[in-house]
């Protein structure tokens, strides 16, 4: 079975369906009503700030619970099915389902910190 991608979709950055749905909604905004596109730019650049100001939150308040502590960097601690990317290691260095349980967890809560932040910032601006 092929499961390869076409080149040309190969090529594209993720997300990029998304950043054109957003380019069609943002001329549709213009088309409608010009006036709102100030507005529309200005909560975009608060919830960016927000995401960010989450993230940074989340290290500071959790700085030994780092979801990339799980990721190693010694090629002699990773998995034997892992393959270097540049000068980190990709697998996870997990010796039993209790680290993988807490990496998932911190996932979760950076996650869940940031969304909040957006949120908060969405629905307060």
């Given at each position: 079975m092929n499961t390869?991608?076409?080149?040309?979709?190969?090529?594209?950055?993720?997300?990029?369906?998304?950043?054109?749905?957003?380019?069609?909604?943002?001329?549709?905004?213009?088309?409608?009503?010009?006036?709102?596109?100030?507005?529309?730019?200005?909560k975009l650049s608060l919830v960016s700030l927000?995401?960010?100001?989450?993230?940074?939150?989340?290290?500071?308040?959790?700085?030994?619970a780092r979801p990339d502590g799980f990721l190693t960097t010694d090629a002699e601690?990773?998995?034997?099915?892992?393959?270097?990317d540049g000068d980190l290691v990709v697998g996870l260095c997990v010796r039993d389902n209790t680290q993988m349980l807490l990496m998932g967890v911190s996932m979760l809560r950076r996650a869940i910190i940031i969304g909040c932040a957006m949120l908060t910032m969405g629905l307060g601006a």
């Open positions: 390869s991608k076409p080149p040309l979709l190969q090529r594209l950055p993720r997300l990029s369906g998304w950043l054109l749905i957003t380019v069609l909604l943002l001329v549709s905004v213009w088309a409608i009503a010009p006036h709102q596109l100030a507005v529309s730019l200005y927000a995401a960010v100001v989450g993230y940074w939150l989340d290290r500071s308040i959790f700085p030994y601690d990773a998995p034997p099915d892992s393959e270097p």
